[in-house]
């Protein structure tokens, strides 16, 4: 069965400091991935998708993500973070064609 | 184009009672799903439709949940009677047909808190 696995619940930074939110999964399947972000009292909004190509994604706001299929990870960068960017952040595997397997969550909080 | 619609964006009712959340999804997208969040805890499926029909409902946590898609458009989830568990975060979304999740579009969700 696929997984996905958030190690950090909780990520302090400090403004304009680079930031990385760690993701990985397993599948024994192709995958594609997802990073989501929840700001507070909003839904939830892609950020960026890996479904195929080239390993690094650039998303919104300036985030990426690099697919690491020997690391089976999807790691979320950002190398200069702000005050807005306090949100959560989920990771997320397409399990069959429809159906999403997410991760528990890492909540990001920047500090002035 | 619209979004997805979700409503109510909060609801407090008390153990035993019916709640029904709706969702309205982009107008055009067959796949219609629910997910939900409880406290803590990872995002999780509860089913999908496509149209008016269960694809799969295999995430559905018990019978007290019913789901509905009269007419292909908007969907209803109904919870009765809910028990405190249910408490969490009801998300929707929807995609076209033939992308299936590699192009969601998530709902701003529902927030329910049984007390």
């Known amino acids: 069965a696929q997984s996905v696995t958030q190690l950090d619940s909780q990520v302090p930074v400090f403004e304009e400091a680079p930031v990385e939110l760690r993701c990985n999964y397993s599948?024994?399947?192709?995958?594609?991935l997802f990073w989501y972000v929840q700001y507070p009292n909003q839904g939830l909004q892609l950020l960026l998708k890996?479904?195929?190509?080239?390993?690094l994604v650039k998303g919104i706001n300036g985030f990426e993500a690099e697919f690491n299929k020997s690391q089976t990870s999807f790691h979320l960068r950002k190398p200069s973070v702000h005050i807005s960017d306090t949100a959560e952040y989920f990771c997320?595997?397409?399990?069959?064609?429809?159906?999403?397997?997410f991760g528990t969550g890492t909540r990001l909080k920047v500090l002035a | 184009e619209a979004g997805v619609t979700q409503f109510p964006s909060h609801s407090v009712i008390e153990k035993g009672q019916t709640v029904t959340l709706r969702c309205d999804p982009i107008?055009?997208?067959?796949?219609l799903y629910w997910y939900r969040r409880v406290m803590g805890k990872e995002i999780k499926f509860l089913l999908h439709?496509?149209?008016?029909?269960?694809?799969?409902e295999s995430g559905m946590p018990n019978n007290r949940f019913l789901a509905e898609r009269t007419g292909g458009t908007y969907s209803t989830l109904k919870v009765q009677p809910a028990e405190l568990e249910d408490s969490g975060v009801y998300f929707c979304?929807?995609?076209?047909?033939?992308?299936?999740?590699?192009?969601?579009?998530f709902g701003s969700g529902t927030r329910l808190t049984v007390v």
């Open positions: 979304a929807s995609s076209q047909a033939g992308t299936g999740g590699r192009d969601y579009t």
């Open positions: 439709f496509v149209k008016e029909s269960k694809q799969d």
């Open positions: 107008s055009g997208h067959d796949n």
């Open positions: 890996y479904l195929s190509g080239s390993t």
């Open positions: 997320a595997v397409l399990s069959g064609t429809y159906k999403y397997i």
């Open positions: 599948s024994s399947v192709s995958v594609y």
